[in-house]
């Protein structure tokens, strides 16, 4: 196919929005070539939403003779998330065994990326529900076996295909110049506090993405979202506000010394959380702390949860118990299960220890400790027991042995950060708790994720707290009554 002097295609026959699959497929049927040709000759991967280099872009366009700027249209997705940070929705999982259409757009012989954006539940173009063509299983790739089950819509639906509707899609219409609009405003400023952010609560991968509710309810926060679109979008997220503090350029400087040294202010925060929670005077952040254990403590009163999380090795999981035989057995409540999570995120290493290795826990402090001391935020105990260079020794309560730099630049904001991170772990497990006691399975559960976040604003810092509304950041979920274990 490269050694053929042209190709079946013609200037202004790329269509706005379209898929990538869609044009790929358009490619192969009226090249009258296979799937495997057309795709080796085109280079590219219809699935794959990662960007297309510059110079494949300039090859296509003179190929094609198409405009550079309509091939680069298709593609870089003006309605994407890309370049959000922890802001963007989930992207689409690389296993999906359908292809997403409208009816009415097949009948003109169109698809667009839109249809497959998880985010909209109504075809944008018609405002109709999307329907779903599953692939046919064979020896192809996944890409092979999209364009194969699209083109089967296609023949079904589109007498003239694989030619088209050349007036179709309008680009004037009223809700898709609403959503376009909006989608570039939301990703603007989801990317400018992305850009800005130096620490989020809780960064660890095995948190995963934000939930679609989340994500959307925060970005409709950033960006007024139209009325005219809400009817299209699957989740709207609810309502979410912003609390704010600002904090001094004195912190702001201080971040950045640390940042020369190598020290990220997540490990300040964990050093300042260890060392404050057995200080003498404790912070304003213990005192929350055991203010919320002691409210979940008294909401549980006698235990009658009908859940016990049974843990076996590396495993665990939750099972159906009577309320009454709860108390003979060695099953862990979902009240238990949250005063544990409380504990173990801010109650200090003391807590972290039982039931843990406790050598390796030791000395992972121990360095940090070393950390925090070089680098001027902490200072040993008089009595402490202390290498020659710098660290401590074990067989002592090593948390004690360090007193915190009280007339450090960031106490107030590590302070700060802490209660908010742990409000928002209050929040997230008093929805979880009310969503059991509603007749949801415990395992059935999202908490919103990253919820307090710090950024450069001007010459200081900004800490931000995302609040969801009752309910906001996950959408309901019914009980689930199938494979729960029964214990008797």
């Known amino acids: 196919m490269a050694a053929y002097p042209s190709v079946n295609w013609w200037s202004g026959n790329i269509r706005r929005f379209e898929s990538r699959v869609s044009f790929a497929l358009r490619f192969r049927e009226l090249n009258c070539i296979s799937g495997r040709k057309c795709l080796d000759f085109l280079s590219i991967n219809p699935v794959d939403d990662t960007p297309v280099g510059s110079g494949d872009i300039k090859r296509l366009s003179a190929i094609l003779g198409e405009p550079l700027s309509d091939v680069e249209s298709l593609f870089a997705r003006s309605m994407g998330f890309d370049d959000c940070g922890r802001y963007a929705p989930p992207r689409r999982g690389r296993g999906r065994q359908f292809v997403r259409y409208c009816d009415v757009c097949a009948n003109c012989g169109y698809h667009s990326y839109l249809h497959e954006l998880e985010w909209l539940a109504k075809c944008p173009f018609h405002g109709c529900e999307l329907k779903e063509a599953w692939i046919g299983k064979h020896a192809g790739s996944i890409a092979l076996q999209h364009m194969d089950a699209l083109n089967a819509v296609m023949h079904n639906q589109c007498g003239s295909w694989p030619h088209y509707d050349n007036d179709f899609p309008a680009a004037n219409q009223e809700h898709i110049v609403a959503l376009e609009n909006w989608v570039v405003r939301a990703r603007r400023a989801a990317t400018r506090a992305s850009d800005a952010e130096i620490w989020c609560s809780a960064p660890h991968a095995i948190l995963g993405n934000i939930s679609l509710a989340q994500a959307f309810g925060q970005l409709r926060a950033l960006a007024c979202m139209p009325e005219v679109i809400e009817p299209f979008v699957i989740e ?37 959380q260890s060392i404050a929670y057995v200080s003498a005077g404790p912070p304003p952040f ?42 003979y057995r060695s099953l862990s409540c979902p009240f238990e299960v949250a005063l544990e999570e409380l504990e173990r995120g801010w109650g200090g290493p003391g807590e972290a220890l039982i039931g843990r290795k406790a050598v390796q826990e030791q000395l992972r402090f121990i360095f940090l400790a070393h950390e ?57 497990l008093s929805m979880w708790l009310d969503d059991i006691e509603e007749g949801v399975r415990p395992a059935q559960r999202d908490d919103p994720k990253y919820c307090v976040r710090l950024g450069k604003a001007g010459t200081g810092l900004s800490l931000i707290r995302w609040i969801p509304a009752f309910g906001a950041g996950r959408p309901r979920r019914p009980p689930d009554p199938s494979d729960v274990s029964q214990v008797q």
């Open 372 to 428: 925090m001391h070089t680098a001027g935020l902490i200072r040993y105990k008089s009595d402490a027991d202390v290498s020659s260079d710098g660290y401590l020794y074990v067989g002592q309560d090593l948390t004690s042995c360090c007193i915190w730099e009280e007339k450090s630049p960031l106490t107030k904001l590590l302070d700060t950060a802490s209660t908010w991170e742990i409000d928002s772990a209050c929040s997230a």
């Open 236 to 272: 709207t997220g609810g309502t979410w506000r912003v609390q704010r503090r600002q904090f001094p350029n004195e912190a702001k400087l201080e971040i950045e010394r640390l940042d020369i040294l190598g020290v990220s202010f997540s490990r300040v925060l964990e050093a300042y």
């Open 286 to 327: 213990v005192t929350r702390l055991e203010q919320a254990k002691n409210a979940l403590q008294e909401r549980h009163g006698r235990c009658h949860c009908e859940w016990g999380l049974f843990r076996g090795g590396w495993e665990s999981h939750w099972v159906k118990v009577y309320p009454d035989e709860q108390q």
